[in-house]
């Protein structure tokens, strides 16, 4: 057997000399392992791959030839036009590149072409490619025998310096290498193997760059998803276990003198969904073990007061307690209704944010060090230098994905690990919770307290405004308020969207002149959109005219509509959570869509009018906007790198992979032991960088 090291450079590979290495360094592969994990784009088998012969005119085709001829032919026009003529066992059939004379270049007579495209009628059958591949150069062996075989055609990504044919010689040269040197890396017991259903690494390889099927395509996948979801928990896993080596977390007392109390006063009875949760964590607190936590629901599930609950077990067992919220209004907010659910029992919220006078500060900071306050509730100040606690036991971070890691993180004690829950404010689907926060347990609460209306949700196309604003005007007209949100602050000339400031001044010009309107965009200073807010809590301004400012947090029960304008603009989630501003109070509320109903959202507007269980619509949006954006969106950098897993597909794998490497940490928390080794060499070789954040914490 040839063994080879995976880390070693490509260089060292058959076909591969100094300046080919180079530029396969350009497109990101360095080592070995690298080459061998670079996957395919795409793969057609006979099923897609149709004969020439039998192409029709207006299909949508994918074919393979041998370039006969080529050449560039000049119209009248003056548009070059480059043509070749692809041939298969079948027949001929003419390509055409309009305007796309440089193409010439890329083809040689012999050479046997992959091409997808509409086959079109011009002087015959011709097909003008989508997408073309060049699988390999004249006269090459391979190629003709797949030609007539019925095999599955691979293509890889390439780049201009590295073709197609080229990587397909350097793999084909070396895949025996570098399958029997993935084998020696195997760190499954092939009894797991077995349980799991997967292929064996050298198996999953092997499918991924010489499949024999599509299943087995699949299946390879599969297997490749697990070892990535597995690695990347088994790291969120080191994680975890390195926050409770540092300290042990706190084992709060309960003597009910305050839980109790407030469960009396609440004016409703907690939801089956909350009571579970709660539970959830009270066990963490109850334990020795650090509490990490996501606490996740629906909005209006009711996630405040069961963060409340959690606050006051802090407080009976003689810690203090501090609510993190991403905005001042929202940290505001938070401090009202936690108060008012503590007037009852005697307690006081303090609240500390950026903008309070300096006496105002002094004096929560002195409260917060000597212990008098037991309950704050701030933003970011709370993390800031010179701020002192007496006794922090829990920190309750809202909104966490405002928030990064080391923010997070700088919330404590000086002495102490303080256990953390982290709320969301939007539902995430349950697989992306756990690849982003697989160092968090997760606690989600099932339903809504009952009796609430659901919001009515209508579209009504552009030309049918007049009688939005009639509905809207209804409305008002009975004493509520409304919200009307923009895509944009400004008017841009580049694309044809309505803006929150021309908005506002045609509503308060020619739509709602006998109105009181208020405009709040993310331009204005915090101190400008706190009044503007203030003012529409109050009840004194009507509508409020808005970008998704206002998407977060903001509670004002009288307000019953909301007109989305563009909606097609915003993702699910968003529309989600703007939605969840109005039917908070107990009359019936309405969400109107303005947006063209056959337009290139009809779709997601259509799923969004269907349903209002925010965990549907998290996943469909994942589902529509793909993992990466998500990813992308929480500028963690510590989000995994996810090449083969799908999160939409995959729960199951990552179920699995959560499982086992938590168990793989608990017994062998420093990966010692035969099984540990393997995976600690394959971490260190291929997550080097993020082993590092995470053993910095
Ligand atoms: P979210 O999960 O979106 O943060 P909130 O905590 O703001 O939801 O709760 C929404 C509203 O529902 C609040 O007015 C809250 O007092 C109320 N609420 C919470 N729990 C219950 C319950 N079990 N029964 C009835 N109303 C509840
Ligand atoms: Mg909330």
């Given amino acids: 057997m040839s063994f080879f090291r995976l880390d070693k450079p490509v260089q060292f590979l058959k076909g591969v000399g100094p300046s080919r290495a180079e530029s396969l360094g350009r497109m990101g592969i360095v080592t070995a392992r690298d080459l061998l994990y670079h996957s395919p784009r795409r793969y057609d088998d006979a099923s897609t791959i149709q004969n020439i012969e039998s192409l029709q005119v207006g299909a949508e085709v994918t074919i393979v030839g041998r370039v006969r001829s080529k050449g560039l032919i000049s119209t009248r026009s003056r548009l070059q036009i480059f043509q070749a003529v692809l041939q298969d066992d079948s027949g001929m059939i003419t390509c055409a590149w309009p305007g796309q004379p440089w193409i010439e270049r890329k083809f040689q007579e012999g050479d046997v072409v992959l091409a997808t495209g509409t086959v079109r009628f011009f002087h015959g059958r011709q097909l003008q490619p989508r997408e073309f591949i060049v699988l390999g150069q004249s006269g090459s062996e391979e190629v003709r025998e797949r030609l007539s075989s019925g095999h599955i055609f691979v293509s890889y990504p390439a780049s201009e310096e590295v073709q197609q044919w080229v990587l397909r010689s350097i793999f084909k040269k070396n895949m025996g290498t570098l399958l029997d040197s993935v084998e020696e890396e195997e760190y499954l017991k092939y009894s797991q193997v077995q349980e799991l259903s997967l292929l064996g690494m050298r198996e999953a390889l092997e499918a991924l760059h010489k499949p024999s099927s599509m299943e087995q395509v699949e299946q390879g996948r599969r297997r490749l998803a697990f070892d990535e979801l597995f690695f990347s928990q088994t790291l969120y896993a080191m994680g975890r276990h390195h926050l409770n080596q540092e300290s042990t977390g706190i084992l709060f007392q309960r003597d009910n003198k305050l839980i109790g109390p407030l469960h009396e006063s609440l004016p409703f009875d907690l939801t089956k969904g909350q009571v579970k949760v709660l539970r959830e964590i009270y066990e963490d607190m109850n334990s020795t073990r650090r509490m990490n936590r996501l606490l996740q629901g629906d909005v209006g599930s009711g996630k405040t007061i069961v963060c409340l609950f959690a606050m006051l077990l802090a407080v009976e067992g003689g ?350 928390p420093d990966l010692d032991g035969t099984n540990g080794e393997r995976v600690k060499e394959l971490l260190s070789s291929r997550y080097n960088e993020r082993m590092r954040l995470f053993s910095v914490g």
Wanted: proline share 4%; net charge negative.
């Fill in 319 to 668: 810690y203090q307690a501090a609510l993190m919220a991403p905005t001042e209004l929202l940290a505001e907010q938070h401090a009202i209704t936690l108060q008012k659910f503590l007037d009852p029992l005697g307690i006081k919220v303090h609240l500390l944010t950026g903008k309070r006078s300096d006496a105002e500060r002094r004096t929560v900071l002195e409260n917060l060090r000597d212990g008098q306050a037991r309950i704050i509730v701030g933003t970011h100040a709370l993390i800031q230098k010179g701020v002192i606690f007496e006794r922090l036991g829990l920190v309750v971070v809202d909104e966490q994905h405002r928030f990064g890691v080391k923010q997070r993180m700088a919330l404590r004690d000086s002495d102490l690990t303080p256990d953390t829950l982290l709320m969301s404010a939007t539902p995430i689907p349950r697989s992306l919770a756990m690849a982003m926060y697989g160092d968090f347990d997760l606690s989600i609460i099932e339903g809504l307290p009952t009796g609430r209306i659901p919001v009515r949700t209508l579209l009504h196309s552009p030309n049918e405004r007049p009688k939005a604003y009639e509905k809207l005007e209804s409305e008002l007209s009975e004493g509520r308020q409304a919200y009307i949100v923009y895509p944009l602050i400004d008017d841009s000339d580049k694309i044809d969207l309505r803006s929150a400031k021309e908005g506002y001044r045609k509503l308060c010009r020619d739509v709602f002149p006998h109105r009181k309107i208020g405009l709040i965009h993310g331009q204005l200073s915090v101190e400008e959109r706190d009044e503007i807010m203030n003012s529409f809590i109050s009840g004194e301004t009507e509508i409020l005219v808005a970008t998704t400012v206002i998407e977060v947090g903001i509670d004002v029960s009288n307000a019953t509509i909301m007109l989305i304008e563009n909606p097609e603009r915003f993702g699910l989630s968003q529309l989600h959570q703007l939605r969840g501003r109005v039917g908070r109070g107990s009359s019936e509320s309405f969400c109107i869509l303005i947006a063209d109903p056959q337009g290139t959202a009809a779709e997601r507007i259509e799923v969004f009018m269907r349903t209002s269980d925010g965990f549907v619509l998290a996943k469909e949006d994942l589902r529509i906007r793909g993992q990466g954006d998500f990813f992308g969106a929480q500028q963690h950098g510590r989000d995994p790198v996810l090449k083969f897993a799908d999160l939409t597909r995959d729960e199951d794998l990552l179920v699995e992979a959560q499982y086992r490497a938590r168990s793989l940490i608990q017994d062998t």
